[in-house]
């Protein structure tokens, strides 16, 4: 099946309220941003822009493949991988991904998750993968979640938005946007809604996987 979709994966905050950064918390035998890499492999994604920022040079550090990432494509587990870092990232989460959609040059969608929301299930990941609007949105029990699916005439749209504007959020672009443009994708998987920012919604989390 062709695709047209892009992972973008945000991990550029400092994590300070974890106390290491949330992408290398190990997970059972790997790093977590390996194991989220690992879920999107398993769909009809092919590409996949990691967005870093604060402490990128720990990513570095601990898995080296990434500082090759920023300059050229890096085949891991089928995907090609690109690393973009945000030199600003006290701006902001919405400034790291900006800094990502930058360098995406095509009309594809892009597909948003955030290092600390587990990405769900393939099977409801690829459902939200091949569900076409303006933009598409997990729901759990009528809570609404990440990933987020967005089109180009959307998310190029973010492109135009001053950093500091205080309407520079993902959210409130989104409520903008006619609700017959948005489509939400019913799924079972909870995780859509998880935040891990502590240790202890990280231990948590491990608890209710295992």
């Known amino acids: 099946m062709e ?16 106390g ?3 992408g290398l918390l190990k997970y059972q035998h790997t790093f977590w941003i390996l194991e989220q890499l690992n879920r999107i492999s398993k769909t009809t994604i092919t590409e996949v822009h990691i967005g870093l920022g604060y402490n990128y040079q720990h990513y570095f550090n601990a898995i080296s493949w990434f500082k090759n990432a920023v300059n ?12 973009t870092i945000n030199q600003h990232p006290e701006q902001g989460s919405f400034s790291t991904l900006q800094t990502v959609l930058k360098t995406i040059d095509s009309n594809c969608y892009i597909l948003l998750n955030h290092i600390d929301i587990p ?3 393939s099977n409801e990941l690829q459902q939200i993968i091949e569900t076409k609007n303006t933009v598409v949105i997990p729901n759990f029990e009528e809570k609404n979640g990440h990933p987020i699916k967005m ?9 135009t938005l001053k950093v500091d504007d205080e309407n520079a959020r993902l959210d409130f672009q989104i409520k903008k946007i006619n609700p017959a443009k948005i489509s939400k994708v019913e799924v079972s998987d909870r995780d859509i809604l998880t935040n891990i920012n502590t240790k202890k919604d990280w231990i948590s989390f491990l608890n209710n996987t295992n």
């Open 3 to 18: 695709n047209n979709t892009i992972f973008v994966l945000l991990a550029g905050g400092k994590s300070e309220r974890m």
């Open 151 to 159: 089109d180009s005439s959307f998310w190029k749209q973010l492109l």
């Open 72 to 83: 050229n494509f890096v085949n891991f587990q089928g995907l090609s991988i690109k690393v």
């Open 119 to 121: 990405i769900l299930n």
């Open 20 to 22: 290491i950064d949330k």
